[in-house]
């Protein structure tokens, strides 16, 4: 129930921030990397756990290595993007051959891993793949706990905490030949442990574990290892 009203809620809300701009085809070779904020969060906050991963990334300057971040809501902008960095021949859409140009990883906390399984579903009816899917305590209505086969590996992360929003807790293949699911990992967040790191006291206290878990430097350092690894 809390899962629901929390998606309706943002949805009511959704039209208050602007969506990054676009841009055109990415070199053939190139990774583009696209992360979703949860709830209310802004894509360019540079506070959040999900923009910090972008700009970390950013900052290593691996050659040909695109990293950007979306709201959750803005699932029509963040296609575009992964349709525009694949579109080389610029008629608007993925032919054939554009299909693997660019390798596509997304990573997502909140109703922004629910984004990034949903995203992922949609560029698999197109026949796009998807290297690596990462979920952070991710919320959705629909089918976030279910992979599609397009996804080449798959990791979730997740915390169970009392008297917080609770994300999924088990991802599994629809295809076990081709989906490696690397993982359902659960962190913990004791109510009088130590805070993982400086955040908004309003924040941890409504919050609790699942705010938490978006400000903790040691999840999405292992994160950022992760996605490295699919890059190489």
């Known amino acids: 129930m809390l899962r629901k009203m929390m998606f309706f809620a943002v949805v009511w809300a959704g039209g208050m921030y602007a969506a990054p701009e676009g841009a055109g085809p990415l070199p053939p070779g190139s990774t583009l990397i696209l992360g979703f904020t949860g709830g209310l969060d802004r894509a360019d906050d540079p506070e959040r756990g999900v923009r910090r991963l972008a700009l970390a990334m950013r900052a290593m300057g691996l050659p040909g290595v695109y990293a950007e971040t979306f709201e959750h809501y803005r699932h029509r902008e963040a296609r575009r993007r992964v349709v525009a960095a694949l579109d080389a021949n610029g008629n608007r859409r993925v032919d054939g051959e554009e299909r693997g140009r660019v390798k596509i990883i997304l990573y997502g906390q909140s ?3 629910g984004e990034v399984v949903r995203l992922a579903r949609e560029l698999g009816k197109n026949g796009v793949a998807v290297e690596l899917t990462v979920q952070v305590d991710s919320v959705s209505l629909g089918r976030d706990g279910r992979i599609p086969p397009n996804v080449r590996r798959a990791v979730n992360f997740y915390q169970k905490e009392r008297l917080t929003f609770r994300g999924e807790d088990y ?7 081709r989906t490696e699911i690397l993982g359902n990992f659960r962190f913990r967040y004791p109510l009088l442990g ?23 430097p040691l999840l999405w350092a292992q994160i950022q290892a992760l996605i490295v690894e699919s890059i190489r």
């Not at 991802?171 to 030949?177: F, L, N, V, W, Y």
């Open 111 to 113: 109703l922004g891993g």
């Open 171 to 177: 991802i599994q293949a629809e295809d076990g030949q």
């Open 194 to 216: 130590l805070n993982p790191a400086p955040e908004l006291s309003w924040r941890r206290v409504l919050g609790g574990g699942h705010a938490r878990m978006e400000a903790d």
